[in-house]
C-alpha cells in the first residue's frame, strides 16, 4: 500500500466519523430499548431499519465531502475507488454485526431487515436466527444501500436535488400506490418493477449476489457522474 492510498484512507475515515459515531449511538439506543423491552417480545424484526436508513443517508452526505476531497487533491480513480471500499465496509460492517448482536442477545427469536425482504417476496419459514448468514446478508444489504446514497449524491450534485426528490417521490408513489392496489387487484406496477429482484430473493447466496451486483452499479454510475461534473467545469 503506497503512502498516498494510506493518507487518503485516513482523510475518508476521518470524513466519515460524524456518520459513524451516529450509527454507533443508533445501535447503543436500540440496544437499550431491546433490553427494556425483551422480557414482553420473544420476537423481533426489522429493529435494524434505522440503522439501514442511516446508511443510505450517510452514502449520499459522504459523496460530497469525498468527491470534494478526491478531486481537491487529484486523487486517481483507483485510491477513490479503494477509500470509498473501506469507508463502505466500516459502516455496514457496524451496521451488520452491531445489528444481529444486539438481536440475538435481546430476544430469542429475530428477523433483520434483509431476511424480512425475502421472507415478504417468497413466502418461506423464517430462519429464526442465523447469526453468520444474517450478518452477512445484511453487510451486503446495507452495502446496496449505501452504495445507492452515494449514487444519489452524485446524481444530486450532477443534476440538482430537484431531479432526485422527485425520482425518490415516483419511487415512493409507485410503491404505495402498490400496495393499495395489491388489495383490489392481482396486478400492480411494483410487480413490473420487481419482478426480477423479488425472484432473486429466493435464497441468501442470490440475494447478496444481487446486492454485491447493485453496489457495484451504483458506485461506479456515481464516479461516472462526477467525472462529467468534473470536466463540464474545466471545460467551462
Known amino acids: 500500500m503506497t503512502d498516498r492510498l494510506k493518507n487518503t484512507i485516513?482523510?475518508?475515515?476521518?470524513?466519515?466519523?460524524?456518520?459513524?459515531?451516529?450509527?454507533?449511538?443508533?445501535?447503543?439506543?436500540?440496544?437499550?430499548?431491546?433490553?427494556?423491552?425483551?422480557?414482553?417480545?420473544?420476537?423481533?424484526?426489522?429493529?435494524?431499519?434505522?440503522?439501514?436508513?442511516?446508511?443510505?443517508?450517510?452514502?449520499?452526505?459522504?459523496f460530497e465531502r469525498h468527491n470534494a476531497f478526491c478531486t481537491a487533491n487529484a486523487v486517481s480513480r483507483r485510491n477513490r475507488v479503494i477509500s470509498a471500499g473501506v469507508?463502505?465496509?466500516?459502516?455496514?460492517?457496524?451496521?451488520?454485526?452491531?445489528?444481529?448482536?444486539?438481536?440475538?442477545?435481546?430476544?430469542?427469536?429475530?428477523?433483520?431487515?434483509?431476511?424480512?425482504?425475502?421472507t415478504v417476496a417468497y413466502t418461506r419459514m423464517i430462519s429464526g436466527g442465523n447469526i453468520p448468514a444474517d450478518i452477512i446478508e445484511l453487510f451486503f444489504f446495507a452495502e446496496a444501500l449505501f452504495f445507492l446514497g452515494y449514487f444519489l449524491g452524485g446524481l444530486r450534485r450532477y443534476a440538482g436535488s430537484a431531479l432526485v426528490m422527485i425520482l425518490l417521490v415516483i419511487f415512493?408513489?409507485?410503491?404505495?400506490?402498490?400496495?393499495?392496489?395489491?388489495?383490489?387487484?392481482?396486478?400492480?406496477?411494483?410487480?413490473?418493477?420487481?419482478?426480477?429482484?423479488?425472484?432473486?430473493?429466493?435464497?441468501?447466496?442470490?440475494?447478496?449476489?444481487?446486492n454485491i451486483i447493485l453496489a457495484a452499479a451504483f458506485f461506479a454510475l456515481s464516479i461516472k457522474l462526477s467525472e462529467t461534473t468534473v470536466e463540464k467545469r474545466r471545460g467551462g
Open 10 to 62: 485516513v482523510c475518508s475515515l476521518l470524513l466519515a466519523r460524524k456518520y459513524i459515531i451516529i450509527l454507533l449511538a443508533v445501535e447503543l439506543l436500540t440496544a437499550a430499548a431491546l433490553y427494556i423491552i425483551r422480557e414482553r417480545f420473544y420476537f423481533v424484526a426489522g429493529t435494524d431499519m434505522l440503522p439501514l436508513l442511516l446508511t443510505m443517508l450517510s452514502g449520499m452526505s459522504f
Open 87 to 118: 469507508i463502505s465496509a466500516v459502516i455496514c460492517l457496524l451496521v451488520s454485526a452491531v445489528s444481529v448482536i444486539v438481536m440475538c442477545t435481546s430476544t430469542h427469536l429475530w428477523i433483520s431487515f434483509a431476511e424480512l425482504i425475502r
Open 172 to 210: 415512493a408513489a409507485v410503491m404505495a400506490g402498490s400496495i393499495f392496489l395489491e388489495s383490489i387487484m392481482n396486478f400492480t406496477p411494483a410487480m413490473v418493477l420487481l419482478y426480477i429482484p423479488v425472484f432473486i430473493q429466493r435464497s441468501v447466496f442470490t440475494a447478496v449476489l444481487f
